[in-house]
């Protein structure tokens, strides 16, 4: 099995490393097309009117000054020799991404441009607690045989597997559960202003927000209980309901 290994990180990225040694257990074909630079937030950003530059890094290994949907499209097109990869994994990502995240992360991107190419991808994050350690350990024991599960199952060709391991150590664990994408209500996010040496106004983006109860069965609950999220995401964003809703609504408009 050839495996594509990126992220959102980026090549130096603690969690890339992490990621790499999962693979080579699964693997001896491992190619790896990170962002040269850390691209959190980029989601399916693609550059279209910046050159792309290529650094290799390695052995099968290349750092790419592009987003994470550039490098898989660039290891999938142009770097990896021979034969297309038949698994494309992103990650380790340095915090969750669930509920609301999917649609911003970098991570969960890279692993949709594996699957808008025909490879079975996956997405991989360690969920943290503020300035606590990153239980790193806790993805590496349990990613490779969630995996190997996944594989050997099946999933459907429009379907990207999100996985997202609890901010605990891997004896903390208590389950492994396919979940769906949930929802945090009151979080957002908030531009902080600073001032620069020269008194001048720059801005970080950051998270603000309060905890709430969620909802059981869902990828919020579950990194709340210590328990392991795996949920099938896909790229239609369509409500069915409110499909339904406008199209018995439009059918009083006329084109006259």
């Not at 000054?65 to 340095?94: A, F, H, I, Q, W």
């Not at 991107?109 to 350690?133: D, E, N, W, Y």
């Amino acid at each position: 099995m050839r495996i594509l290994v990126s992220n959102d990180d980026g090549v130096h990225a603690p969690g890339l490393a992490v990621l790499e040694r999962v693979a080579a257990e699964l693997s001896d074909d491992v190619w790896v097309v990170a962002p040269e630079n850390e691209q959190s937030g980029a989601a399916r950003a693609l550059s279209l009117s910046t050159p792309l530059r290529v650094r290799e890094a390695g052995h099968q290994k290349f750092a790419v000054y592009g987003t994470p949907t550039d490098c898989v499209v660039m290891g999938m097109e142009t770097l990896v020799e021979g034969k297309r990869p038949d698994l494309v994994l992103s990650g380790v990502n340095r915090g969750q991404n669930i509920a609301e995240d999917v649609t911003l992360s970098g991570t969960i991107a890279a692993a949709f441009q594996g699957m808008s190419l025909g490879v079975p991808s996956i997405a991989l994050s360690q969920s943290r607690r503020g300035g606590q350690t990153v239980h790193w350990e806790t993805a590496e024991r349990f990613a490779p045989r969630i995996i190997r599960n996944l594989v050997e199952s099946g999933w459907p060709p429009d379907v990207v597997m999100n996985v997202n391991f609890p901010a605990v150590p891997p004896e903390k664990v208590v389950a492994i559960s396919a979940v769906s994408q949930g929802r945090r209500e009151h979080l957002s996010i908030v531009p902080e202003q600073r001032t620069d040496l020269r008194g001048n106004p720059y801005y970080w983006f950051g998270f603000k927000g309060r905890r709430t109860a969620a909802a059981e069965g869902t990828d919020v609950h579950a990194m709340d209980n210590a328990a392991i999220a795996v949920t099938p995401l896909h790229l239609s964003l369509t409500h069915a309901d409110a499909l339904a809703s406008l199209q018995s609504q439009l059918t009083t408009l006329t084109i006259a």
